[in-house]
């Protein structure tokens, strides 16, 4: 049970308030209850453990935290955090939602990232970072292109962008409605909140 291995070794809190807290983050993000899933819950519940959570913005501020902080088996980078993850992938998925698009190649990827870090100034390991993500499946491929496994995931990292960015926010809320989305604006609140 992966709980039960996690929270032997570090002593998080009763497995049964786990257990309950991980099932309560799977079902308001609407994620799978994979094995994956539940270890980088957990893997992020020994940082800061709290029974309810005020916002799915902070949970899923701890689940990137845990994918870039622990080496564990998953590729790890230490050279990247979830702060630049946050930066670059906020941007990418502006790109995403101007253009209407949910699957997108490597190369693609490369191409619009490379060109926003080097604005920047932001020396970013895009190959590193893009690894990092497809072997913790918060990016899946498909038919040779990729897309985040989880839509949150695009809301996620949307709303991180448009608190650095008003224009995109703008664009966000005049054009594409964005008061209507509401895992959008739940993350987006949850950062401003």
């Not at 996690?6 to 983050?25: A, G, P, S």
């Not at 029974?51 to 790890?76: E, I, S, W």
């Not at 499946?137 to 695009?154: A, D, H, R, S, Y």
Request: glycine content about 2%.
């Amino acid at each position: 049970d992966v709980v039960n291995s996690v929270d032997n070794k570090h002593e998080i809190e009763d497995e049964h308030v786990v257990v309950e807290r991980l099932n309560q983050d799977l079902i308001s993000l609407n994620m799978h209850r994979t094995p994956l899933n539940s270890l980088q819950f957990v893997v992020a519940y020994r940082k800061t453990f709290e029974k309810r959570p005020v916002n799915r913005t902070k949970v899923m501020d701890c689940v990137l935290r845990a994918v870039f902080d622990h080496p564990g088996t998953l590729t790890y980078s230490d050279e990247i955090d979830d702060e630049h993850c946050k930066f670059i992938l906020g941007y990418f998925s502006q790109y995403l939602i101007e253009n209407d698009r949910l699957f997108f190649t490597e190369e693609e990827f490369f191409k619009e990232c490379k060109a926003f870090a080097d604005e920047q100034y932001n020396s970013t390991n895009l190959k590193n970072l893009l690894q990092v993500l497809i072997n913790n499946q918060i990016l899946e491929p498909i038919n040779g292109q990729l897309q985040f496994k989880m839509v949150c995931w695009v809301s996620y990292f949307a709303a991180n962008r448009m608190i650095n960015d008003d224009k995109f926010a703008k664009y966000m809320f005049e054009e594409k409605n964005a008061i209507y989305n509401v895992d959008l604006i739940d993350f987006y609140t949850g950062i401003t909140g």
